[in-house]
């Protein structure tokens, strides 16, 4: 096999650590594993090229999070404005 069992713990855990555990990696053991399952590291390789724009989907992710949030965060204000209303309007059934 190709990965050690802690690259594969890692990966089982979080897709971000999946990445981030093949840059520290790239020792002479890690070289031989990958001598012994080329196609498997050729994916590899094909992951850490392609990091920067896995980084550029993180940072769209990010940025969509905060757009929800802000968006979460007015209908918190337009509840409390129509709470409000409602207050108003049993207030003045009451008088």
């Known amino acids: 096999m190709c990965f050690p069992a802690y690259f594969?713990?890692?990966?089982?855990?979080?897709?971000?650590?999946?990445?981030?555990?093949?840059?520290?990696?790239t020792t002479e053991t890690w070289t031989h594993w990958c001598?012994?399952?080329?196609?498997?590291?050729?994916?590899?390789?094909?992951?850490?090229?392609?990091?920067?724009?896995?980084a550029d989907l993180l940072v769209l992710l990010a940025e969509m999070k905060k757009s929800v949030w802000k968006g979460t965060e007015e209908m918190k204000k337009v509840t409390e404005v129509m709470k409000k209303g409602q207050e108003e309007i049993r207030r003045g059934r009451k008088k």
């Not at 713990?9 to 990696?25: E, T």
């Open 35 to 54: 001598q012994k399952r080329d196609s498997v590291c050729g994916g590899i390789r094909d992951l850490r090229r392609r990091w920067s724009d896995n």
């Open 8 to 25: 594969i713990n890692i990966n089982l855990h979080s897709p971000l650590s999946r990445v981030d555990c093949l840059v520290p990696y």
